[in-house]
């Protein structure tokens, strides 16, 4: 998903449109989840860049895309570009020598 979303439109009520933005954008990322997934890949992944238009947006992460929308919002901004891209993902194992144990707890708290 690649858009531009206004956030001031004649005659229609600007947080009403705001949430329908947001459902918009929770909608298609429900959706691009569902999609099967191919083999040897865990989850859908995705990339994602946000800003006022699309020559200034910066990468961004999935879960800071609906306070992005909110400031934007509150800043007055008249639109936003948003574009959403997914990707593969693959889980990586956790390092044994990272798992955390009773022993590195209660040393932390002598500390």
């Known amino acids: 998903m ?3 979303f ?3 439109v004649e005659g229609k ?3 009403r449109l705001l949430d329908a933005t947001k459902h918009e ?3 298609y990322l429900k959706r691009e989840r569902s999609r099967a997934l ?3 890949v865990d989850f859908w992944d995705f990339d994602c860049r946000f800003g006022t238009t699309a020559d200034n947006a910066v990468v961004a992460h999935v879960a800071e895309l609906i306070g992005l929308i909110d400031g934007a919002a509150k800043d007055g901004s008249p639109q936003f570009y948003i ?3 997914a990707k593969h993902g693959i889980r990586k194992p ?3 020598a990272d798992k955390p144990t ?3 707890f209660l040393d932390e708290d002598e500390e």
Do not use: Q
């Open 2 to 4: 690649k858009k531009t």
């Open 6 to 8: 206004p956030l001031a």
């Open 13 to 15: 009520n600007t947080d």
């Open 25 to 27: 954008i929770r909608k």
């Open 38 to 40: 191919p083999e040897g």
């Open 83 to 85: 574009e959403i891209l």
């Open 94 to 96: 956790r390092d044994p």
């Open 102 to 104: 009773l022993k590195n």
